[in-house]
Structures are given as structure tokens and as C-alpha cells.
């Protein structure tokens, strides 16, 4: 059973950086896909990044292009989340999930979920 385990939240002041961590166990991160899901009070929960189990496939939501990066370490069985120039509005509690043999398309069927980091961006 695939377990995950999401780390590096914390406070940031607008315009800094934090990099979150996915840390999987039980089973090879190596064919799930792997997304990055944030979820604000009061609003819906919305995808962020997402890397495919073959790592051929990365993408963004609108709001975070050019400012987060996705990848993944296969040795360390863990994903990452780099967020710069983070904003006020990138306040959430992010999770990350998985997907077997996932490949980022709408619909995903994300069977795996941490427990969430909480992210503030506050001066």
C-alpha cells in the first residue's frame, strides 16, 4: 500500500521560496503519477503540478507557471514541489497525491493522499 507523506510547509514572506517534499513508502513512486493539490479556506481543492509516472509528462496550473517546479527523485522515492515568488494567494494546505500508471489528464483517479503541508504567505 502506497503511502505518502507531504513536509516543508511553513510561513514565507510574498516574493520568497519553499520547497515541499512527497515522501512515498510501501510501494516505487516509479509508476504512479504524482500531483500537487492545494486547498485554501473556504474555496474548492485545485490541482497545482502534476508529473507522470514515466516523468514525460509535467504540468501547471495557470496560476503557478513559471513560478513552481515538479520533479522527482526515484532514488529518495520522493517528489518535490520548488515554489518561488510565492504570493499571499499561495496560502493553502497542499497535498500530494498518487495516481498508478498515471499520465496528468483530467479525471485523474488519485487513490493516494498525504495528510498536507500548510503553506502562508504573509508579510
Known amino acids: 500500500q502506497l503511502q505518502l507523506v507531504e513536509s516543508g510547509g511553513g510561513l514565507v514572506q510574498p516574493g520568497g521560496s519553499l520547497r515541499l517534499s512527497c515522501a512515498a513508502s510501501?510501494?516505487?513512486?516509479?509508476?504512479?503519477?504524482t500531483g500537487w493539490f492545494r486547498q485554501a479556506p473556504g474555496k474548492e481543492r485545485e490541482g497545482v503540478s502534476c508529473?507522470?509516472?514515466?516523468?514525460?509528462?509535467?504540468n501547471y496550473a495557470d496560476s503557478v507557471e513559471g513560478r513552481f517546479t515538479i520533479s522527482r527523485d526515484n532514488a529518495k522515492n520522493t517528489v518535490y514541489l520548488q515554489m518561488d515568488s510565492l504570493k499571499p494567494e499561495d496560502t493553502a494546505v497542499y497535498y500530494c497525491a498518487s495516481e498508478y500508471f498515471g499520465i496528468c489528464v483530467p479525471g485523474g483517479k488519485w487513490n493516494y493522499w498525504g495528510q498536507g503541508t500548510q503553506v502562508t504567505v504573509s508579510s
Open positions: 510501501g510501494e516505487t513512486l516509479d509508476y504512479y503519477a
Open positions: 508529473i507522470s509516472y514515466t516523468g514525460g509528462t509535467i
